[in-house]
């Protein structure tokens, strides 16, 4: 890409080479083949290029501990996909910034970011995507005490899980039903 000026390309194969890294947990490295290839995405208006190293940078960043780096990239990505009008894209950084959130114990703003989600997931029909909204909107909700809300998050999933046969989450939705129980001391529910 170098020898015949394609820097687009370039950009792809430095993204390409951080991917490796990734596989091999060598997130230091990424995150410098990531920054190599921003700098030539940059030059040439390459929003998705762009788009794609925010997010990866922020999973490098994550990895590494730095939750708040992370979040900050997760949330560029968000803006960009915003941007160019890929609303998966803005799912699927919506999402990964409720991720974070949660397991930083954030569960309110992580409540957000999920309701955000599914609004952008039924606005585009994407069934699988909606499902896991609603499971994690139903885990926020058992976790911020908020069990009727819970509850008819579960009761929005029964069809669709009836629909997908999905057993992963036929199985996430059962352990939901159980934190409910025992949150209610309902313990013959719980088990």
């Known amino acids: 890409a170098r020898q015949f000026n394609r820097p687009f390309d370039q950009a792809r194969a430095l993204t390409n080479l951080a991917y490796t890294r990734f596989q091999e947990e060598r997130f230091d490295e990424a995150i410098d083949w990531l920054n190599a290839s921003n700098e030539i995405a940059r030059s040439i208006d390459a929003e998705d290029i762009l788009l794609n190293n925010d997010g990866n940078l922020g999973w490098a960043y994550y990895s590494l501990g730095d939750r708040e780096r992370a979040f900050s990239l997760f949330e560029e990505a968000e803006r960009r996909a915003d941007a160019l009008g890929d609303t998966q894209g803005s799912l699927l950084w919506l999402s990964t910034t409720g991720y974070v959130l949660q397991n930083s114990g954030d569960w309110k703003r992580a409540d957000e970011s999920y309701r955000q989600s599914l609004a ?36 929005q999933l029964d069809p669709l899980l009836v629909a997908s046969g999905n057993h992963l989450d036929v199985l996430d939705v059962t352990l939901a039903r159980g934190r409910i129980a025992a949150a209610r001391r309902q313990d013959q529910l719980a088990e």
Request: charged fraction near 30%; glycine fraction near 6%; include cysteine.
């Open 120 to 155: 952008l997931a039924r606005q585009i029909n994407s069934t699988d995507d909606i499902v896991n909204c609603l499971e994690d909107l139903a885990h926020t909700s058992i976790q911020l005490g908020e069990l009727e809300e819970a509850d008819g998050y579960l009761r």
